[in-house]
């Protein structure tokens, strides 16, 4: 899924090209597995990069700098509203200021999933502070 979003926005290395993300946190192993999944850490080493401090508010791809699904009590079918409202406070450089990221990179990316076992879905957008 991710690759497709790539491809469809010419992304090519997303760790570097995307200014945030906001990615579906439900449980700690779950954000784990999405950062790698998303390109953002080679597989098996996501832990090794938090620890590190990549994806803090001042790292390499800052990942939820809002707290994430947890902070926000995960309001099932609003969540997904809520990153795309993230996002955009941040690409527009009007996120509160203990939040606001500090880039010249344009692109937002969010991630959400949700359903039972058979009936999952998952979606991600990737969103521009560009019009055109």
Known sequence: ???????QCG?????NQLAMAEVHDC?????????????????????KEIQAGAFD???????????????????????GLRMMFEAWLQLRREAPPER????????????????????MVSFISILGADVG
């Not at 992304?11 to 760790?15: A, M, V």
């Not at 508010?57 to 969540?79: E, I, Q, R, W, Y």
């Open 1 to 7: 899924v991710a690759s497709d979003a790539y491809a």
């Open 11 to 15: 992304i090519t290395d997303p760790r």
């Open 27 to 47: 449980f700690t192993p779950t954000e784990l597995v999405l950062m790698e999944d998303l390109g953002f850490a080679e597989r098996g080493t996501a832990w």
């Open 57 to 79: 508010l001042t790292g390499d791809l800052p990942v939820n700098p809002d707290g994430g699904l947890k902070s926000f009590g995960h309001p099932v079918g609003a969540s």
């Open 100 to 119: 606001q990221i500090e880039t010249d990179r344009t692109l937002a990316l969010t991630h959400n999933l949700g359903g039972y076992p058979g009936e």
